[in-house]
């Protein structure tokens, strides 16, 4: 149960206890603040929580539920994933996802169904399917599903084409949210690391003792620059 | 339209704000969660956060200055 004492120049020195440090940035890491809530440090909890959580399901809101998503595929390698996962649990539906559609399956929570690449009617390839444009198809739709992976990839022939075009056809209905969406999560979950460090080790508080030796090799760094 | 877009798009009508703004929220953000990993009481936390906000709005006011010159060149 490690405790760490910070010592103040003037009052209460600052005492935190961590607990277990390793179960602590598990919690922390799993959801945001809840490392800080294991340690009763509650305050902090509710900053962490409420900040982090609240700039992710921004982010997923504007992203309209489409910007979190796992895919390591070539053509669709989402690097911003790994940055998401720093967020913990509420990244983790994108990885059930991710297992769900990768040999061709449809996604859980369907957002909505597009007609298919090689659909015979060309400029319609990639559109929502609605009441108005539907004409009775009945083949293998492309089903965008909450945090899943682009559709599409159910014909490996035209695989990467089908793959690109899809996530283009994201960008371009989402405008410039899309890319907003992405960053606010890639951001909370960056955020969250902080957070899960915070509950590891404590806060990075400069001592007075440090804050002396910082300024003495301030000084002495004015008077080389001087000489 | 799914519930998402059309909760965020047509109720909250964020296509109305201008895209500058969407950095308020996260200066204000990542100002508190950096506070807070380097000090333990909150009212030093916000005294930091504060102190970060400014700085971090001061360099964005300064690469703004600088792209709006090289505008300039076009």
């Given amino acids: 149960m490690p405790e760490i004492v910070y010592p103040q120049e003037s009052g209460e020195p600052v005492v935190v206890d961590l607990k277990d440090p390793y179960w602590a940035a598990f919690f922390a890491w799993a959801w945001p603040g809840a490392g800080h809530f294991y340690q009763r440090r509650y305050a902090k909890g509710f900053l962490f929580m409420i900040c982090i959580l609240s700039t992710y399901f921004f982010g997923l809101g504007i992203g309209q539920g489409r910007v979190v998503y796992a895919s390591f595929k070539p053509g669709d390698l989402r690097w911003q994933f790994v940055c998401q996962l720093g967020v913990g649990a509420p990244a983790l539906p994108a990885i059930i996802q991710s297992m769900k559609t990768k040999k061709g399956g449809d996604p859980y929570w369907v957002l909505c169904e597009r007609f298919p690449a090689d659909y015979p009617n060309s400029s319609l390839a990639f559109h929502k399917i609605t009441p108005e444009n539907n004409n009775d198809y009945t083949g293998k739709t492309i089903k965008d599903g909450f945090m899943a992976p682009p559709g599409g990839m159910n014909k490996p022939q035209v695989r990467s084409r089908v793959q690109t075009d899809t996530l283009g056809r994201w960008h371009f209905e989402g405008k410039h949210y899309f890319e907003m969406g992405t960053l606010f999560t890639v951001i909370a979950g960056l955020l969250n690391l902080l957070a899960v460090y915070d509950a590891f080790c404590g806060p990075a508080i400069i001592t007075p003792a440090q804050q002396e030796m910082l300024e003495s090799k301030k000084k002495k760094n004015k008077k080389k620059s001087k000489q | ?74």
């Fill in chain 2, 1 to 74: 339209m799914n519930v998402f877009s059309s909760v965020v798009f047509d109720h909250l009508l964020l296509a109305a704000i201008p895209q500058i703004w969407y950095a308020l929220p996260l200066i204000v953000v990542v100002s508190l969660v950096y506070g807070a990993t380097r000090h333990e009481n909150l009212r030093e936390i916000f005294t930091h956060s504060l102190r970060n906000a400014i700085w971090c709005v001061g360099f964005m006011s300064i690469i703004f200055f600088l792209i709006w010159i090289a505008g300039f060149w076009n």
